[in-house]
């Protein structure tokens, strides 16, 4: 397995258009800790929110994880699904071909983007990430911006699985979110050891409301000055 990063000090200008639309699909991300409500912006990045579509209606974001967690930074998920059954606890999620970069809504607090990998503006396939903070100055600027293609509707559940342990158990898991407290009342692994699979901080399922009518946002002109951030991709 190849671990591929990308990161760069960025000083810049930028502008998005303000865009409004009256359909907006909208998603249930189903977690061990209740469900995060995220609606996607299916006109501004109508082949992103297609592809995540796709992934979701295969089966391929069940039972996966998240599987890296940076508080001020971002929540990431879609690379890797539980595998209980198999020689190890995880397995990578089965890439589909990679996508065009839809760049246009700026990286801020919980907006949903696409990972990718450095020096490819297109090269998301599965993983994404929730920005957990206002990160445009950085992420809007660098190989061809991150594309944004949804926004977490309620917190209160991203912010439960924050407040869970964040533990290095090495390799593209060194920043893996797991419970703090297991279901027995017994602490959570520190290290990897101690992992089991009701550790992680699972995606049951991402459920599909099509029928939703919610605005898309917009973005205003902006100076934008960055600072190094990572965003990683692991593929094989």
Known sequence: MMNRYLGAILVGAISATVMESDAQTKVSINTNFGEIPVVLFDEAAPNTVANFLSYINNGDYTDTIFHRAIVGFVLQSGGFQLSPQGPTLLAEVVEQPAIVNEFSISNTRGTLAMAKLGGDPDSATSQWFINLADNSSNLDNQNGGFTVFGEVEDFTVVDEILAQNIINVGGVFSDLPVVETRADGSAGPV?????????????????VDAGAS????????MLAIGSVGFLLRRRR
Request: hydrophobic letters at 40%; a negative charge; glycine letters at 4%.
């Open 191 to 207: 290290d990897a050891t101690e992992l089991v699979a009701t550790d992680f901080i699972q995606i049951h399922s991402i459920t």
């Open 214 to 221: 919610v605005p898309e946002p917009g973005s205003a002109c």
